[in-house]
């Protein structure tokens, strides 16, 4: 059974007297909760970020886009993220895992050993859309990390080594995202590298994970620098990054069989080898392809919007390749994000249609600390969170009251007065709320939310 569904049969058995062990009493034992020092935090993200803005919690939830970077380790999952904050204007400047300057990888024992230990969530604005992001563990020690935070998220990137392909935590991240039925893309990184293989790595993919492989990008490379550009295959256009302004801006490029010879070539087999597999997936671009009578003239805007519901859909993955390091091909992915991830109230239907515009919330994280005490991470479904609010959680049966309501950006916390659905919000002051509990604002809104289950 998909572990999304658990919560909505604790709901449906805990409103009907039915006793069942909690989603939380089987995950705390396991759970590895990181004692963050809170007086030594750098505040990296208040000293360093541009756009205050950005939190600011203004977006309609279709605009909304709550995903997480999955990674076997050192497939360069921190540096991704690093870089998709600095170019959406979040930070002023880029850190570095082997310098230890990340904002993601804010724990002492994580800026040590270069690897994320504990989940960190940070959001950043592209393109009128808000991405809550959830940058977790890659190493095999800490699983339950990254198990525990995947109930938050609506999508994920899964980041491979291009000179590896899947590897053994990929499949481990990839299982776990399987449970929980989330669509994902794959971007292909480290493409820098001399040993780097674009087609492997696709082609490890599909037999690994027995899923269609879209490959909506191909690398272009150098024989002494590796990467040093990208084919859109939706687009036939190539990409080049300027590398005077850390890859700031880039260039695009349209293709043509006259000025682009062999690189053209490539390209338009790509496109067409994409709309096929896409057409064996989605009756709707079929029928397109036979009423035109050729895989050739298929918009971008078509391909674009098969490429969703393929992905919404889980019937394949689009992959997508650059150099996180090298600053190139990072922002064709932070609009695949936008693109092909769904938005906040695309998924978690039941809970949507049962609660309706009342407050929904499912705990996915307990910190603590000598000073803060328990800091409680909820993905608020429907309604919102208010400040000082009585929450009522449904399977224990029991009321507490919200002290700090909080936006979470990795170790850095600004105190807001009310959080709206589709949002992360980081809460003190709660005693009994356990990770993985299902909160509303009392039993009458729970029970009125069971007789809709019903």
């Known amino acids: 059974m ?3 569904c658990m919560s909505f049969i604790v709901l449906a058995a805990c409103l009907q007297d039915i006793k069942i062990t909690p989603l939380n009493s089987l995950l705390v034992p396991h759970l590895q909760n990181a004692t963050m020092r809170w007086s030594s935090l750098l505040m990296r993200t208040r000293k360093h970020c541009s756009n205050i803005d950005t939190r600011r919690l203004t977006h309609t939830d279709s605009k909304i886009r709550n995903i997480g970077i999955l990674a076997h380790i050192d497939a360069g999952k921190t540096t991704t993220t690093e870089r998709m904050l600095f170019y959406s204007g979040s930070i002023r400047s880029m850190g570095e895992v082997h310098h230890g300057n990340t904002v993601t990888d804010f724990l002492e024992q994580e800026r040590e050993r270069g690897i994320t230990i504990a989940s960190a969530a940070v959001t950043y604005n592209w393109n ?3 991405v809550n992001l959830l940058d977790t563990p890659g190493h ?3 699983t339950v990390e990254v198990e525990q935070t995947l109930s938050a998220m609506d999508g994920a990137v899964v980041v491979l080594d291009g000179s590896a392909g899947v590897e053994a935590q990929t499949v481990t991240v990839w299982r776990q995202a399987d449970k929980y039925n989330l669509p994902r893309i794959a971007y292909i990184n480290k493409m820098d590298r001399r040993d780097a293989d674009f087609d492997m790595s696709v082609e490890s993919l599909q037999v690994k994970f027995d899923i269609p492989a879209l490959a909506t990008q191909f690398p272009i490379n150098n024989s002494d620098q590796g990467i040093n550009g990208i084919v859109d295959v939706v687009t036939l256009e190539k990409l080049v990054w300027d590398p ?3 890859g700031k801006t880039y260039s695009r490029e349209k293709l043509d069989s006259v000025n682009h010879g062999s690189l053209w070539e490539q390209a338009v087999r790509s496109r067409s080898d994409l709309v096929e597999k896409l057409a064996d997936l989605d009756d ?12 050739h ?3 971008t805007e078509i391909l674009h919007r098969t490429l969703r519901r393929v992905t919404l859909g889980q019937k394949g993955v689009p992959v997508l390749c650059g150099s996180s390091y090298k600053n190139i091909g990072v922002q ?10 769904p938005a906040s109230n695309e998924r978690n239907k039941h809970i949507l249609e049962s609660f309706g ?15 803060k005490k328990a800091v409680t991470f909820f993905r608020i479904f429907t309604g919102k969170f208010s400040k000082g609010q009585k929450l009522y959680i449904v399977n224990q049966e029991r009321t507490e009251h919200i002290g700090k309501l909080m936006v979470p950006y990795a170790d850095d916390f600004e105190e807001v007065p009310e959080v709206d659905s589709g949002n992360i919000a980081a809460v003190t002051g709660l005693k009994l709320t356990m990770t993985g509990d299902l909160v509303t604002v009392n039993a009458s809104a729970a029970s009125a939310a069971r007789k809709k289950l019903s």
């Open 332 to 341: 064709p992915l932070m609009d695949a994000v936008i693109h092909f991830l």
């Open 297 to 299: 003239n298929i918009s």
């Open 244 to 246: 005077t302004n850390q």
């Open 140 to 142: 095999i020690d800490f």
């Open 357 to 371: 515009d009342t407050l929904c919330a499912r705990a996915f994280k307990v910190t603590h600390d000598p000073q």
């Open 2 to 4: 998909p572990y999304y």
């Open 284 to 295: 709707d671009l079929a029928e397109i392809v036979i009423k035109e009578e050729t895989m």
């Open 128 to 130: 009128d859309h808000r």
